[in-house]
């Protein structure tokens, strides 16, 4: 199992960024995917999960109703669409596999202006 997120970057307050994870070495389609956050300083937290029916199942308040979660299967990937950025944001992204518990090398993201 191998996960790489990818998309990070520097955004401005109450801009976008869509994150990416790639998957190989197994069929993504049988398997829930989450999305995690480590800002400096605090521990890792999870932002999302998705099942293998595309159903999210998890957003905390911090990011609910910004970030959405979505999978395509046939490109074995799966996004985070992330909206309305704040400061409060900024961190290193994982993406991260529950059976096998796989986490996937983070992607930056740094919200400022």
């Known amino acids: 199992v191998q996960l790489q997120a990818s998309g990070g970057g520097l955004a401005q307050p109450g801009g976008s960024l869509r994150l990416s994870c790639a998957a190989s070495g197994f069929t993504l389609d049988e398997y829930h995917i989450g999305w995690f956050r480590q800002a400096p300083g605090k521990v890792r937290e999870e932002i999302t999960c998705?099942?293998?029916?595309?159903?999210?199942?998890y957003y905390p308040d911090s990011v609910k109703g910004r970030f959405t979660v979505s999978r395509d299967n046939a490109r074995k990937r799966i996004y985070l669409q992330m909206n309305s950025l704040k400061p409060d944001d900024t961190a290193v992204y994982y993406c991260?596999?529950?059976?096998?518990?796989?986490w996937g090398q983070g992607t930056l993201v740094t919200v400022s202006s």
């Open positions: 998705i099942g293998t029916n595309g159903g999210s199942t």
């Open positions: 991260h596999e529950f059976k096998t518990d796989s």
